[in-house]
């Protein structure tokens, strides 16, 4: 069962507009949420978590939205860059990382 | 600072061949684990160690083995390769294995094809 979903498998946004990717879980024992960004021919590399205590976590462009009684988040970029362009994933874990779970990935292309 | 290293990155079996995907990293982290990406499934956790001589199984254990004899290398073995295992393969590692441990750092992939 996949207990973290990202149902966009893609997103096109202009250059300077925001971003918003979404994702929805199902388990509510997750207590982290973290988001990955990831390049062709790359690595995942991690983007920004947030944790289950909090609603909110900013860093820069990006920020991560936490809604637990929807189980629900969402990762906003503002402003947009075209060096944005990637597949971004959501991921969720417990206490211990061998319960993160990861989403399929949302590509976003941001067109200059 | 190399980070987590994989090898081979590219890599095409037979059906019925044995391998091993090899990953190292340099930053003495105590926790790894091996994930495959199939189109449509996000990252998939195979197996995964919490330290030297501890390894446990993940998601999606089948026809892999794992062991863990120093902190730096973790290989993942395929003993007999089917189709089904055709996949791109990243090794991960973090801090520590104690409670939550952050974000993991991952290695570039090891493409595999099965024939």
């Known amino acids: 069962d996949q207990q973290v979903k990202q149902n966009s498998p893609s997103l096109s946004v202009q250059e300077g507009r925001i971003s918003i990717l979404n994702c929805d879980y199902t388990?509510?024992?997750?207590?982290?949420f973290l988001w990955y960004k990831k390049y062709p021919a790359e690595g995942p590399t991690f983007l920004i978590s947030?944790?289950?205590?909090?609603d909110k976590n900013e860093d820069g462009r990006f920020t991560v939205f936490l809604n637990k009684s929807a189980k629900h988040l969402s990762l906003h970029i503002v402003p947009s860059q075209p060096g944005d362009s990637a597949v971004y994933f959501c991921?969720?874990?417990?206490?211990?990382?061998?319960?993160?779970?990861f989403g399929a990935g949302t590509r976003l292309t941001v067109k200059p | 600072n190399a980070g987590v290293t994989q090898t081979p990155k590219f890599q095409v079996l037979k059906t019925g061949q044995s391998m091993t995907l090899q990953c190292a990293q340099d930053m003495n982290h105590e926790y790894m684990s091996w994930y495959r990406q199939d189109p449509g499934m996000g990252l998939r956790l195979i197996h995964y160690?919490?330290?030297?001589?501890?390894?446990d199984q993940g998601e999606v254990p089948n026809g892999y083995n794992v062991s863990r004899s120093t902190t730096e290398d973790f290989p993942l073995r395929l003993l007999s390769a089917a189709p089904s295992q055709t996949s791109v393969y990243f090794c991960?590692?973090?801090?520590?294995?104690?409670?939550?441990?952050?974000?993991?750092?991952f290695g570039e992939g090891s493409r595999l094809t099965v024939l």
């Open positions: 388990n509510s024992m997750f207590d982290y």
């Open positions: 160690s919490v330290g030297a001589g501890i390894t």
């Open positions: 991921a969720a874990s417990g206490y211990n990382n061998n319960d993160m779970r």
């Open positions: 991960a590692s973090s801090y520590s294995s104690q409670g939550y441990t952050g974000e993991l750092f």
């Open positions: 947030i944790s289950s205590i909090k």
